[in-house]
């Protein structure tokens, strides 16, 4: 019991699986200092909903004022060199159900079950300031996703997203141009 109870406290990872700390969530301020000692960096005012979950937390890094809602899955990896593979920047919001992934199975050997092959390297993902990554999108390893961007529901996104644009689909494509402007924004 000890073990398991050690395990949920020094985990590096946050959702409904570690019960001790997943509660926290629920209220704001004990719930941002459990994601303050979890991430790499959490910024302030941002808030991760109960419902989501995060792995390999230390290797996350959130901005101020982000929004990371329920079911949403950040997926980083422990492998590879020890940095950040996941940054989401200043005044992100995320959907509820969204999936980052920064790795990926090898699957180029036919002749052996994808099981057995491992991982592909990994690839760091990043959400620039002001993004928007509406609900249940999936963002693949690689991928940055522009300041000030829109991101559809339901999209994959396999490639980059330019900065002050609106992409949706699957695989996601651009469907607009948004109007460009310069930060600092008074946001209220």
């Not at 109870?5 to 200092?33: E, F, N």
């Not at 920064?102 to 991982?119: C, K």
């Not at 529901?153 to 996601?172: C, E």
Request: glycine content about 8%.
């Amino acid at each position: 019991m000890f073990k398991k109870i050690r395990y949920w406290l020094t985990a590096k990872r946050l959702g409904p699986d570690i019960p001790l700390t997943h509660p926290l969530l629920h209220s704001q301020r004990l719930g941002a200092k459990l994601c303050r000692r979890k991430f790499a960096h959490f910024g302030t005012n941002s808030t991760m909903r109960p419902g989501s979950y995060a792995i390999s937390t230390d290797r996350i890094s959130i901005g101020d004022s982000v929004v990371i809602r329920p079911a949403t899955m950040l997926f980083a990896s422990p492998h590879g060199e020890n940095i950040v593979n996941i940054t989401i920047e200043d005044f992100v919001s995320i959907g509820s159900g969204v999936h980052i992934y920064t790795s990926n199975h090898e699957f180029s050997d036919t002749t052996r079950p994808i099981f057995e092959q491992g991982h592909r390297e990994v690839q760091p993902v990043v959400v620039e300031k002001g993004a928007w990554i509406g609900a249940n999108a999936i963002i693949l390893p690689g991928v940055t996703v522009g300041m000030n961007s829109v991101v559809g529901a339901g999209s994959v996104v396999t490639k980059d997203v330019v900065a002050f644009t609106v992409v949706a689909g699957q695989p996601s494509r651009v469907i607009k141009q948004l109007k460009q402007y310069r930060y600092p924004v008074t946001i209220v």
